[in-house]
């Protein structure tokens, strides 16, 4: 995105904060049999606990259901104690006492499975049971290792399987993988098991404790071929299922050249290793091999990395054919020799430090803690990652269906990444639009997943994931580059529906357009109209104008008068030909500004700062827009709407010209919370309001407090400012220096796969970074692969470089990766 990504991961903290500071615990429920089956909602589940309210033994049972409240309401399951009084006894779950010691789980007013009070003796099991029948169809129990078979070989070639172990049914590790299973459910097919004969059969001899396996499945496509097995070495909890998710989605290889020290891949952010397997272009082939030999043998205990050293701009050790990167933050990598695979994998595993991650079962299960993300946006996925999104409101393009569709109607596509979390975060506003436009909008809503398609995004120049694009008929496609989020891409769309510039043919046209009148549906959206006019014979300045109209699509209404009595609007607004008409209909006013002498870049840059206002209130979504000017924020924060006295002293400094160096702007606490975060980071406690201050981001970081006991008046205003420039004022707060990154780059992977191949055409070393997800390769490709893991361990040659024979045509500056 074209603003600093510093400023968004602040305000995503803080919104995530204050999100989390307003949640509340809960309690069971206890209602009588007729309003709880008046509460029932179809396709809802809900579990309830028939009983007399003085039975005593229930106690312990309701004990543990008011525990299992929370954790099951994060699944959309309500639970309810059920009072049968005797006068109710109508209902049929309130029927004898000896009776009265059953749970029931319902889906709407459909009973989907009965429990006795003896299966529900801790949380773990409550929440395990239920899942577990809830997700009937989407985890297969096994007993026998046919079972085991026939599921295996249904999958082959189309899905992955997570195959799981456990002593007992209820236990804690059932519980975990059912929460796994609702997760990922839908992409990986589970199995499950207390069988030890099944366990038996798979290969593994300690059924002391639970196990959990992950079946590569999906790169088989021979039904006589077995899925390659990979066993999670660690205790089955719902992070550590969880993050070994994650490192069987990751590449299995990834290709780098640069310094060791500074790559960072997904596995560094779950707490496991880097490998690199140093290369060079002479044995480039046998080295692949040897490093996903490796790989697999290190699957889920480490990333592994193949070093280019023929590219690399650093110096490494001379005959070292291995580095090793600790998870531990700032530790330095370790240059070896090691003379096999098998010396790889000893180091690995004798070296590993795998941090202890708590695992309170009967603790809230979506403490924001307990997950490894890479971001807040991953973390704000994650905890969003049971909303069913409506889909359907949007249809999905493939390589054979996006050019047809693109060109049979206008379309707003957008193009994503299914592995990506900002990806993910932005579909859902992009679902959000849709339903809002749903039944208005003569656009049709689609959308690709780059993952799947590359070959489509690249040439539809889309290299960095989300992007949204709009389709019309005979024109070039329009890219969305405002924030990801409802509002602004709901606005692109609307402004959309008509091409700009609008081409006006009259003098009363020009005139309902510049009141808003021509286009009144779309005044919410833009709250500036800008007219250009040009005699006929000024061609050139015309088709600038027409250009930055272009350019300008979906931000700000165009239009353009060029007809032979264009005089009497130039007459009427006092202004000389060529000129823009800026109407700002907040205001009310029509300002004029001259064209003569400028270029298509000038009349974007003269509407950009047009569209601005003089006095903004910042919110999350237009902060960048002021944010990038580079010049320290005048910002008065006010919990309301401001003393309209404030805004007259502000806006008569701005007329004139005394604010030239700020940028004046105020925030409501009350429609932008995350203002109070701000303030208590400035001042520690949260001072009282309204309060102006003026913060320098992009120099010094210093933080100045307007003088409380002083009115907020022009003149009091322009004193103080003249003491700050005299350095007459100490700040309050001096703001860190340090940068907000994410803490992995963001990579242009399509760029970097097409640039793999022509490399690879032309013989040449890559020199840049490529992954390559070698569990997701095609057919071919599988099946070379196949005949190296049918070797024994190959023996990891160890090389004599010599710095004077290095490919020195490789040797290039690697390009420096875009941050989304």
């Known amino acids: ?296 043998h290190l699957l889920g205990k480490a990333g592994v990395l193949l070093l280019l050293r023929d590219s690399l701009e650093v110096n490494i050790p001379q005959h070292t054919n291995v580095v090793f990167k600790r998870a531990e933050k700032d530790m330095p990598v370790e240059f070896l020799v090691l003379p096999d695979v098998d010396s790889i994998i000893s180091h690995v595993e004798n070296n590993m430090h795998m941090e202890e991650i708590p695992d309170d079962e009967d603790s809230d299960m979506e403490d924001p803690d307990m997950d490894i993300q890479d971001d807040e946006v991953a973390e704000t996925v994650y905890r969003d990652r049971k909303r069913q999104l409506p889909l359907e409101l949007t249809m999905e393009l493939t390589e054979e269906t ?39 909008s003569a656009a049709l809503f689609t959308r690709i997943n780059c993952a799947d398609w590359s070959d489509v995004c690249t040439k539809q120049n889309v290299t960095e994931f989300p992007a949204v694009k709009m389709y019309k008929k005979g024109e070039n496609p329009v890219s969305y580059t405002g924030m990801l989020g409802t509002e602004g891409l709901l606005r692109f769309i609307q402004l959309n529906r008509i091409s700009c510039p609008v081409i006006i043919t009259s003098i009363q046209e020009a005139e309902e357009y510049l009141n808003g009148e021509l286009y009144e549906g779309l005044m919410t959206y833009s709250t500036l109209s800008v007219l250009g006019l040009f005699s006929p014979t000024m061609t050139t300045a015309k088709e600038d104008f027409t250009e930055a109209g272009n350019y300008l699509k979906g931000g700000v209404l165009t239009g353009i008068y060029s007809e032979e009595d264009v005089w009497i609007l130039a007459n009427k607004y006092a202004v000389t030909l060529p000129a823009l008409l800026l109407a700002r209909h907040k205001d009310d006013k029509i300002e004029s500004i001259p064209l003569a002498g400028t270029h298509t870049q000038d009349i974007v840059q003269i509407i950009t700062d047009a569209s601005r206002e003089a006095f903004p209130e910042i919110t999350v979504e237009n902060l960048p827009n002021y944010f990038r000017l580079q010049k320290p924020l005048l910002i008065l924060f006010s919990d309301g709407s401001i003393n309209p006295q404030y805004r007259k002293a502000m806006l008569t400094l701005v007329e004139q010209k005394r604010l030239d160096s700020f940028t004046p702007c105020w925030l409501n606490l009350k429609n932008t919370p995350v203002g109070r975060g701000i303030l208590q980071a400035y001042f520690g406690l949260l001072p009282p309001l309204p309060l102006l201050a003026l913060v320098n981001l992009h120099s010094s970081g210093q933080v100045f407090a307007f003088p409380s006991d002083r009115s907020i008046t022009e003149q009091n205003l322009a004193l103080w400012l003249k003491k700050l420039e005299a350095g007459l004022e100490n700040p309050i707060t001096i703001l860190s220096a340090q940068e907000w990154k994410p803490p992995l780059p963001a990579y242009d992977f399509l760029s970097m796969m097409d640039a793999a191949t022509a490399q690879h055409s032309t013989g040449k070393a890559p020199g840049c970074m490529k992954e390559t997800d070698t569990q997701e390769s095609d057919k071919e490709q599988h099946e070379d692969k196949l005949a190296v893991r049918k070797e024994p361990v190959e023996t990891l040659r160890i090389k004599h470089w010599n710095r004077n024979n290095w490919f020195k045509e490789t040797e290039k500056s690697l390009r420096p990766h875009k941050e989304l």
């Open 402 to 440: 996006f050019n047809p569709t693109v060109m049979a109607s206008d379309s707003v596509v957008l193009f994503y990444a299914g592995w990506q979390a900002v990806s993910l975060a932005f579909l859902q506003s992009y679902i959000d639009v849709a339903d809002k436009l749903k039944g208005t």
């Open 1 to 296: 995105m074209p603003f600093d990504f510093s400023v968004f991961r602040v305000l995503v903290f803080f919104f995530i904060m204050c999100i989390l500071s307003t949640s509340a615990g809960d309690t069971l429920p206890e209602l009588s049999p007729q309003k709880y089956f008046s509460t029932l909602q179809p396709g809802k589940a809900s579990l309830a606990y028939f009983c007399h309210a003085d039975f005593p033994s229930t106690s312990v049972v309701l004990e543990q259901l008011n525990e299992a409240v929370r954790p099951l309401q994060d699944y959309g399951i309500s639970v309810a104690k059920v009072n049968c009084a005797k006068e109710e006894e109508a209902s049929k779950y309130c029927g004898k006492e000896k009776d009265l010691i059953k749970a029931y789980l319902f889906r709407g007013n459909i009973l989907l499975r009965e429990f006795p009070s003896d299966t529900l003796f801790d949380v773990n099991a409550i929440v395990a049971h239920v899942l577990f029948a809830l997700l009937f169809n989407e985890v297969k129990y096994v007993t026998t290792q046919e079972d085991i078979q026939n599921i295996e070989n249904t999958v082959k070639g189309k899905a992955n399987i997570i195959f799981a172990y456990v002593r007992a049914i209820g236990t804690p590790e059932h519980r975990a993988v059912m929460e796994a299973a609702f997760v990922y459910g839908t992409v990986y097919q589970f199995v499950l098991t207390t069988e030890t004969g099944v366990l038996e059969s798979i290969g593994s001899e300690n059924i002391e404790h639970a196990h959990l396996y992950f079946f590569h499945c999906k790169l088989v496509s021979d039904l006589t071929q077995q899925c390659r097995r990979t066993l999670m070495g660690q205790p089955l909890t719902t992070l550590n299922i969880h993050v070994f998710v994650k490192t069987m989605k990751a590449p299995l290889l990834t290709e780098v050249a640069e310094d060791p020290q500074q790559v960072s891949t997904v596995h560094l952010q779950l707490g496991l290793p880097l490998v690199f397997i140093v290369s060079q272009k002479a044995t480039y082939e046998a080295d692949r091999r040897t490093a996903e030999w490796v790989a697999w």
